[in-house]
């Protein structure tokens, strides 16, 4: 059974500083890892998909990693900011239904 | 364009009775997933859709729960019998196809309280 691990459960940090979230799951075989950031009583926003043959996606200030073989992945944040305040999840998708499975989430508080 | 939308966005319900969750997927997204985020937890897989048909239903905890999507759109979770463990946010998400390459893009979700 796939299993998601996020560490730091809850990070802060001040305005500007570059940070990075760490993911681990069990079993490699995975199509893809997504994450995805979660508002206070929100849904959840996707913001980087990396397919299993790649190793890393970018998208603007944020930049995410996949080590498949040893079941980790990075999101690194860059200049952090205010809004970035938010949980972080992780999820993995497997399967033939490529359903998805989620870490419990980073917790993430930027400060002025 | 218009992303997942789900109604209602609350639901305040007793013990015992029965609740219906909608879901309206991103118009052309075959694939048609619902999961189940308590507190402080990251969401769980319940039912997947490919089409009309539910492809995967492993999720689902037990006879209770039941979903269906008549038409390949539009998907209805429903709860017969609901207990206050089924309180919870149930997120509904779509993909453009089931092939492990799309992006899941997920609706607001429904608040479900069990008094």
């Known amino acids: 059974k796939q299993e998601v691990t996020q560490i730091p459960a809850a990070l802060s940090v001040p305005e500007g500083e570059n940070l990075v979230l760490n993911c681990s799951f069990t079993?490699?075989?995975?199509?893809?890892l997504q994450w995805f950031r979660q508002d206070p009583g929100k849904g959840l926003t996707s913001l980087l998909l990396i397919q299993s043959s790649q190793r890393e996606q970018t998208s603007g200030r944020l930049n995410a990693s996949l080590d498949k073989s040893s079941g980790r992945s990075t999101l690194y944040i860059a200049a952090s900011q205010p809004g970035d305040s938010a949980t972080y999840l992780c999820?993995?998708?497997?399967?033939?239904?490529?359903?998805?499975?989620f870490g419990t989430g980073t917790r993430l508080q930027v400060t002025l | 364009g218009a992303g997942v939308s789900q109604t209602p966005s609350n639901k305040v319900t007793e013990k015992g009775k029965y609740v219906e969750l909608r879901c309206d997927p991103i118009?052309?997204?075959?694939?048609l997933y619902w999961y189940r985020q308590s507190l402080g937890q990251g969401p769980e897989f319940l039912i997947y859709f490919q089409g009309t048909g539910a492809a995967d239903d492993s999720g689902l905890p037990n006879d209770r729960f039941f979903a269906v999507r008549p038409e390949g759109s539009v998907s209805t979770l429903k709860i017969q019998r609901t207990e206050r463990g089924d309180s919870a946010v149930y997120l509904c998400?779509?993909?453009?196809?089931?092939?492990?390459?799309?992006?899941?893009?997920f609706g607001p979700g429904t608040r479900l309280t069990v008094l």
């Open positions: 998400a779509s993909s453009a196809d089931s092939g492990g390459t799309d992006t899941q893009y």
């Open positions: 079993d490699s075989a995975i199509y893809n």
């Open positions: 118009s052309g997204h075959t694939a």
């Open positions: 999820a993995v998708s497997t399967g033939t239904a490529s359903k998805l499975t």
